[in-house]
């Protein structure tokens, strides 16, 4: 697998095929763990404000480009990279994987209504996997009695949907501690997967506008316009001082 850094975060240069198919290698109980990190603008601009999120990012297994801000800026570099990976729809690949391997998975992370829902429509949709379990994002159990409850369902896929950044700050910490072969941070993909929030129109996810139709529809993510040109512009200067390190060196 080839790996890019941008402004110093790895960020693989793979596809949805190329993160499923490797999916035996983790889930045939070698203790081996697949870590599925999302890396978009927003981590890599803000991640430096969480002591914790580069050194995860660095130290997961995929480390996929979900978002077309990344696609952009690896091909104004000279990079790799020519297909976003959108973290919920690598999360519906995995979703048909554990229907079709009748594997278990479990989910934490939204509120309440919306992760009941979200597992209503999971079994609804994807009738042989098995739900191990789920817990909201706004529970009172403290963070150990989470892991003992992963732990004793026992499951091999885990969804944490807690938002950036304290879903990669929670999988940071626990992941050595869970007995689960694959992770995926997947923001709000519960929202969608529920019903609670409509996904953009097939058009704007046609032209990777899918970031922009949802800051437009919700007024938390508006920041994210500017985001994006504040995100290409450090990348390119990043890279432009990388470049100037190795003449003088």
């Known amino acids: 697998m080839t790996t890019e850094e941008i402004m110093g975060v790895p960020v693989d240069v793979l596809t949805y095929d190329d993160i499923v198919n ?3 290698n ?3 109980n070698n203790g081996k763990k ?4 999302s890396v978009n603008p927003q981590i890599i601009v803000e991640g430096q404000k969480y002591p914790e999120i580069y050194p995860f990012i660095k130290r997961s297994t995929h480390r996929i480009p979900d978002g077309i801000g990344i696609v952009l800026v690896s091909k104004l570099i000279g990079g790799q990279i020519k297909e976003r990976v959108a973290g919920i729809e690598l999360m519906y690949r995995f979703l048909e994987y554990a229907n079709k391997e009748k594997k278990s998975i479990f989910l934490y992370g ?8 979200a597992a209503l429509q999971i079994k609804k949709n994807y009738p ?4 191990s379990g789920k817990i909201d994002g706004y529970t009172n159990l403290t963070e150990e009695e989470i892991i003992q ?9 885990l969804f944490v949907a807690l938002g950036f950044p304290k879903q990669e700050e929670w999988l940071a910490r626990n992941i050595p501690r869970l007995d689960v072969s694959v992770f995926q941070d997947v923001g709000g993909s519960f929202d969608v997967l529920s019903g609670h929030v409509k996904r953009a129109p097939q058009f704007f996810i046609n032209v990777h506008l899918e970031w922009l139709y949802r800051s437009l529809s919700d007024p938390k993510r508006f920041k994210r316009i500017l985001q994006l040109p504040l ?3 450090k990348s390119l200067c990043w890279k432009v001082c990388i470049k100037d390190d190795k003449k003088n060196s």
């Open 22 to 24: 490797d999916l035996p």
């Open 26 to 28: 983790y889930l045939n």
């Open 34 to 37: 697949m870590s599925a990190i």
């Open 110 to 117: 939204a509120k309440p209504a919306v992760v009941d829902d």
């Open 128 to 131: 042989d996997l098995k739900l």
């Open 149 to 157: 409850k992963i732990n004793l369902a026992c499951p091999d896929f």
């Open 231 to 233: 995100f290409v512009i």
